[in-house]
């Protein structure tokens, strides 16, 4: 039986590689590591509206702006975001994680991880919450995204529920159980009703 190797991509790997099978875009060859690339966080944030999630159905939420002077996060609230870059891969894994940076000052990204599927194309979206309020910024390096090789049968199935992504979403696990929301909208837009009052 042939054994199967797995290999995790250097820096430089990763750059050689642009423009073939990985696409970063923007890139910034100050962001690279000896083996990952961060990627930032975009200028907004989903938050909830529901006293209780529903697995099996969809869920109101509001959209928030991260000024520039920074935006503090509290405890007890899940902050969904993205990146501001869009990536794609083909061939290899990728996987998004928290910098320990970041896990320092107690906000945490993502817990475990988020592995991705060869063939994803997309912006990421970002599941954040903190033990403690910690103030973040837009454009601030949030994450790193790191890329594997499999050595072996490696089926590029990329799942058609977040693929081609350019905007936060939320979790879509109603669909796997028979919710049909095509025809729903859910983001609470209260800032704009206030102002279109007279």
């Known amino acids: 039986m042939k ?3 797995i290999m995790i ?3 430089q790997d990763i750059q050689q590689r642009l423009g073939n099978d990985i696409l970063i875009d923007p890139f910034d060859p100050s962001r690279l ?6 990627l930032t966080l975009h200028n ?7 006293v209780v999630l529903d697995a099996a159905s969809p869920n109101r939420y509001r959209r928030l702006t991260i000024p520039e002077e920074g935006l503090t996060l509290q405890p007890g609230t899940l902050y969904l975001g993205r990146t501001a870059e869009h990536t794609e891969t083909h061939g290899l894994v990728p996987i998004i994680q928290g910098r320990s940076s970041l896990g320092r000052l107690g ?3 993502n817990p475990g991880g988020s592995l991705g599927h060869a063939g994803y194309r997309g912006t990421w979206t970002l599941e954040l919450h903190c033990v403690q309020p910690v103030r973040i910024y837009p454009h601030i390096q949030i994450c790193q995204i790191t890329y594997w090789e499999v050595s072996g049968d490696s089926p590029e199935e990329a799942s058609e529920k977040y693929q081609n992504s350019n905007d936060i979403q939320p979790s879509l696990m109603h ?3 028979g919710f049909d929301d095509r025809d729903t909208q ?3 837009g209260f800032d704009e009703t206030i102002r279109s009052q007279p």
């Open 3 to 5: 054994e199967t190797q």
């Open 9 to 11: 991509l250097s820096g």
């Open 33 to 38: 590591s000896p083996n990952s690339y961060n």
């Open 44 to 50: 907004e944030l989903l938050v909830y509206e529901e």
């Open 107 to 109: 906000l945490f990204l």
């Open 175 to 177: 669909r796997e159980l």
């Open 186 to 188: 859910l983001e609470l």
